[in-house]
């Protein structure tokens, strides 16, 4: 598709995970090669919540060909682990906030991608981008001006996810950030393709607005 990545949009960090492979707090699973045989869900098949439960499940011991992985909301989640529906689900933010006493935390699954990288990019089409060159800067500029203020007036930004999201929670965390650093999206590219998402092996700097 012609898009181009033109502004930066979520980070991950390893010190404050927004989204973790969890498990109902009494079941036996405490490793990866407890979930082998199991059913594993993912709120989207094909994206990075697969993605990132998959190299997970590869670099902590387990085998992933005899995990079944099945897509259920994060909304449907807890419930489905409670009910032992399945084995294990990726679970993130505002859900994990709102239901950490519900679950247990058995892995940091974006840990398996890496300690920190871009989880998510603004994109526009290659020719409107090329065609708007002050518009794209415009825009860019106004997020980090929003992700300025929110960073300085928590309780009130934090107000405006909760009244949005329609949740309650526990904390506000900072995860923007401000420029499309090509070394933070790589490792998404990276493990993308090694798991067959992208038919080619891709360079973040081609998918970057310049």
């Known amino acids: 598709m012609p898009l181009i990545a033109i502004a930066p949009g979520q980070n991950y960090d390893t010190s404050d995970p927004m989204a973790v492979l969890a498990v ?3 079941t ?3 490793a990866a090669k407890d979930l082998n045989g199991t059913t594993v869900a993912v709120s989207s098949l094909g994206s990075i919540a697969e993605l990132c439960v998959d190299a997970w ?6 085998t992933l060909s005899s995990v079944k992985i099945v897509e259920i909301t994060f909304a449907e989640s807890v419930a489905a682990l409670e009910q032992g529906r399945v084995a294990a689900a990726s679970l993130s933010d505002p859900q994990l906030s709102e239901e950490r006493s519900r679950i247990r935390v058995l892995g940091k699954c974006f840990d398996a991608i890496a300690p920190r990288f871009m989880i998510s990019v603004w994109f526009a089409p290659n020719d409107w981008a090329t065609k708007n060159p002050d518009l794209v800067r415009r825009f860019a500029a106004a997020l980090n001006d ?4 929110a960073a300085k007036n928590q309780v009130q ?3 405006v996810l909760e009244k949005w999201l ?3 929670l526990a904390h506000g965390r900072h995860f923007h950030s401000r420029t ?8 998404i590219l ?3 393709y090694r798991y067959k998402i992208y038919p080619r092996q891709i360079n973040a700097n081609e998918i970057i607005w310049h």
Request: glycine share 10%; proline share 12%; aromatic share 6%.
């Open 24 to 26: 109902a707090p009494a």
């Open 28 to 30: 036996p699973y405490h």
């Open 57 to 62: 499940i590869d670099k902590n011991g387990g």
């Open 146 to 149: 929003a992700d300025d203020w």
């Open 157 to 159: 930004s934090q107000a």
């Open 166 to 168: 329609k949740v309650k």
């Open 180 to 187: 499309l650093d090509p070394a933070l999206i790589q490792p």
């Open 190 to 192: 990276d493990t993308g």
